[in-house]
């Protein structure tokens, strides 16, 4: 949607070049947009959503250099990525049309998906293999494609997300702390997670313990 400010940016991320008059002027604009409104929370989670090292900087209300320079960086990389003048871009974007094609074809005639195999590092619309194979030759804007895949498609698992806690924080339960209600939670949408660190801590009592799905 154009409302949310990186409409150009999210079209023009994709592999696949999307014709739009002016695509690129606007795309540098939200680029901006989206680094001046993010550009705090990138650097109290800069491990998370891999901000360089270079960009990093203890204060970031006041260090505005490295905030322009990252921008400039991220304009600059935008050019590699719409330009393919990069052999690892223009490799990586040719696997992706190449295995798209192949899907759409198959799809064409009813198929299912194929899926994708373990040695393939860019096969049928995987945006995350693509990007992660070009992610060292703009690593600027690798930080945007990472922070806006994060965000959800629909809200559909928000909902379903407000109706487990629903389940749990009711009103026989609503003197439940809200640090132990977001505890629980947390750990049944990472059931798998957990119970994975679980066996890795605890490999021998494994056997006992029953994970309830």
């Given at each position: ?10 079209l ?19 680029i901006e ?17 891999g901000?360089?090292?270079?960009y ?6 006041t ?8 921008i ?26 190449r ?31 693509y ?29 379903r997300?407000f ?9 026989e ?41």
């Amino acid at each position: 949607m154009e409302e949310s400010g990186v409409f150009h940016l999210c079209l023009i991320l994709w592999p696949e070049t999307v014709n739009l008059p002016n695509l690129q002027r606007y795309a540098n604009r939200e680029i901006e947009f989206l680094v001046m409104h993010q550009w705090k929370k990138w650097q109290k989670f800069a491990d998370i959503v891999g901000l360089p090292q270079e960009y990093r900087t203890s204060d970031p209300q006041t260090d505005d250099e490295k905030q322009t320079n990252f921008i400039l960086s991220c304009r600059s990389d935008l050019m590699k990525h719409v330009t393919t003048g990069d052999t690892a871009i223009r490799t990586a974007r040719a696997h992706f049309l190449r295995d798209s094609k192949t899907a759409e074809e198959k799809l064409k005639h009813c198929d299912k998906l194929p899926k994708p195999s373990k040695d393939s590092k860019a096969h049928a619309f995987n945006l995350k293999a693509y990007w992660e194979s070009i992610g060292a030759d703009i690593p600027a804007l690798f930080v945007l494609y990472y922070v806006l895949s994060c965000c959800a498609a629909s809200e559909a698992g928000v909902e379903r997300f407000f109706s487990t806690e629903g389940l749990f924080h009711d009103d026989e339960r609503s003197s439940i702390s809200p640090v132990i209600t977001k505890a629980v939670i947390c750990t049944r949408w990472n059931h798998d997670l957990v119970k994975r660190q679980y066996v890795r801590e605890f490999p021998m009592d494994v056997q006992d313990v029953e994970f309830d799905e």
